[in-house]
């Protein structure tokens, strides 16, 4: 019998019964190739806090290139929406010139040269052109776990009409602690720094928590904008405002003022309105507040005559001018006023009711008995329901 090498008997394998096995990979259909490579730009936004860009970084610009043949292709667009988790494959609805320089996605107004806007050319060297400081952009938040049960309820107040959305006017309607609607995404607005003036604009930068998962400290002027043109405010739920009216924290304990006002305006369309008040809150004495009043559209750029003051002690006073600006909502004057900036605003202090009915709610509110009676604007008198 002949006998064999080791290397002979490998070598002589012809049928590869001593050969390793090849493992079988699975193959990938084609629609699993496109989620997967959709999920690389999910992933790039989550990390990054914005989408993918035209860019010199080569993976970046091969996730752009990616995204925009997604989006010029209505099927895959179709497919992908359950795993459009940051709502980039949305339809843009075109309604100014700012949201055709947006939505570009041809590139036909873009720059070849992938410079940015504050690369000028043809520009004398010595222009004064700075770049901001700090751009926001939004990330992943961390601690969304925080947050997530509040969207919920919210969500579940619209549903049962709790709560409702409305139309968003200007930056005054943004508080800390308040629901906003962006382009189909809720917002809650979970900080609002301090106010700061420059160059004559009031602004401060926010914390914002998104309902998928991001945030981000834009400006406040900058949200009010995107607001102004794609969203709408969420209402406040009038129970929990009603619950939390006398909660004293640290915040909560300092005292301010519940003011009525008169208008003392020359304009007919605005002196000619009978039972006219505005129901304010102040942290400072009213006077000092109002001072400035004829340049201030919330105080329709007039003078005004102070009819009321109440001064409050262990109370969250601005739930409190919260809740009786909601309770008379029906009865809110709805005008337009162009303040020194000539921008249009739209007043939401001004009510048109009886001056006893107003001073019967907030006595009603004090004692917590509000939630048994409704206003009938009719009639002009509180109801027992």
């Not at 035209?54 to 990616?66: D, F, I, V, W």
Request: aromatic share 10%; charged share 30%.
């Amino acid at each position: 019998m002949d006998k064999f090498s080791l290397d002979e008997i490998l070598d002589g394998d012809p049928l590869g019964l001593l050969s390793e096995p090849k493992l079988m990979a699975k193959s990938l259909n084609e629609d699993d190739r496109l989620v997967s490579s959709f999920e690389e730009i999910n992933t790039f936004i989550e990390q990054n806090g914005s989408e993918p860009k035209k860019s010199t970084n080569m993976q970046e610009r091969n996730l752009y290139s990616r995204l925009d043949g997604i989006r010029q292709n209505p099927q895959k667009i179709e497919y992908l929406k359950p795993y459009d988790r940051f709502n980039i494959l949305q339809d843009i609805e075109i309604n100014s010139i700012d949201d055709i320089l947006n939505d570009d996605v041809f590139g036909l107004l873009g720059n070849e040269n992938n410079d940015d806007i504050f690369t000028l050319k043809n520009v004398p060297k010595n222009s004064n052109i700075v770049k901001p400081d700090y751009v926001a952009t939004r990330k992943s938040c961390k601690d969304f776990d925080k947050y997530e049960l509040m969207f919920q309820e919210v969500q579940n107040d619209l549903k049962t009409a709790k709560r409702t959305l409305a139309k968003f006017e200007n930056e005054q309607e943004i508080y800390d602690g308040e629901f906003y609607i962006l382009k189909g995404v809720m917002v809650y607005v979970a900080s609002k720094g301090f106010l700061e003036k420059k160059n004559g604009k009031t602004n401060t930068r926010l914390h914002c928590i998104y309902e998928n998962g991001t945030e981000s400290d834009v400006l406040m002027r900058s949200l009010s904008r995107e607001l102004y043109r794609d969203g709408k405010r969420v209402s406040r739920h009038e129970d929990k405002l009603l619950e939390n009216l006398q909660t004293i924290n640290e915040e909560d304990s300092k005292s301010g003022y519940i003011y009525l006002l008169e208008s003392l305006s020359s304009d007919d369309k605005i002196s000619s309105i009978k039972n006219l008040y505005k129901i304010g809150y102040s942290t400072v004495p009213v006077k000092e507040r109002i001072k400035n009043a004829i340049n201030e559209p919330t105080y329709l750029m007039a003078p005004v005559r102070i009819v009321s003051v109440y001064e409050t002690y262990n109370m969250n006073t601005h739930k409190f001018e919260q809740l009786i600006h909601r309770f008379f909502g029906k009865v809110c004057l709805n005008i337009d006023i162009f303040g020194s900036d000539e921008k249009r605003y739209t007043p939401r202090e001004w009510f048109i009711l009886p001056l006893e009915v107003i001073e019967k709610a907030i006595e009603l509110i004090i004692t917590g008995e509000i939630v048994n009676y409704r206003y009938d604007e009719n009639k002009e008198v509180l109801v027992l329901i």
